[in-house]
């Protein structure tokens, strides 16, 4: 897909279907979690509050996904289930989950981004990732022009630290990264601009809690 017909795509996804967002307004630094929460835990909740205290964040809003294009989602348990679940975990009123990418039509976080930042002007709003993420970033589609959207925040995870800090987002985008004692300043940030965040570290993962047996009820499975 070229860069001359993502405008007109982008609104045919999301005509007639606006979604109803969380509180926001102009000047408002609002961070943004994407992913399938399958199941959500403790290691969202702490990625978002360290990212609400060290950046300065107002609000985290938790992005449920319908399905990561990148990832196989035969099974997954029905978006109301896994909202519903990350809610329940997310006893803080600063943190507010979503699942707007089905109400929009989006898939991709490029598109997802494009529609909050054209629907809210003036709010300052930035990607949150794990390290893990970081990682694998270069795969995401249009993941260069994500950062030229938004801010991005990189919050540490274990056993993750050297990978995703030599990873060819992270050396591709060095001269953007910002000093961590400098987090505060990351919404307003010049883009691209991005910033690896040292704290509290979650070992938990979806991943291995669905292998422990402890993930929510599946889904049908695909066809």
């Known amino acids: 897909m070229d860069e001359a017909t993502e405008g007109p795509i982008v609104q045919r996804r999301s005509a007639g279907r606006t979604a109803v967002l969380p509180r926001n307004a102009p000047g408002m630094r609002i961070g943004l979690l994407g992913g399938s929460f399958n199941p959500p835990h403790g290691g969202h909740l702490m ?97 260069d022009r994500i950062a030229r959207l938004v801010p991005i925040a990189v919050i540490d995870r274990p056993g993750t630290t050297l990978k995703a800090t030599r990873s060819r987002t992270a050396v591709r985008l060095a001269g953007r990264r910002l000093d961590e004692k400098d987090a505060h300043l990351l919404p307003g940030s010049a883009l691209p601009a991005w910033v690896f965040i040292h704290g509290p570290r979650s070992p938990l993962s979806s991943t291995a809690l669905r292998a422990q047996g402890r993930g929510l009820p599946a889904g049908r499975p695909a066809r």
């Open 47 to 143: 990625l978002s509050r360290t990212a609400l205290r060290r950046i300065g964040l107002d609000a985290v809003w938790w992005l449920v996904t319908p399905g990561n294009p990148l990832k196989n989602n035969a099974g997954l348990p029905p978006l109301a289930v896994r909202i519903a679940a990350a809610r329940a975990l997310a006893h803080d009123p600063r943190i507010a989950v979503t699942g707007l990418e089905a109400d929009i039509g989006t898939r991709y976080t490029y598109d997802t981004i494009r529609y909050l930042t054209g629907r809210c002007p003036g709010v300052r709003f930035v990607w949150l990732m794990g390290a893990d993420n970081l990682a694998g970033f270069h795969r995401w589609q249009r993941w």
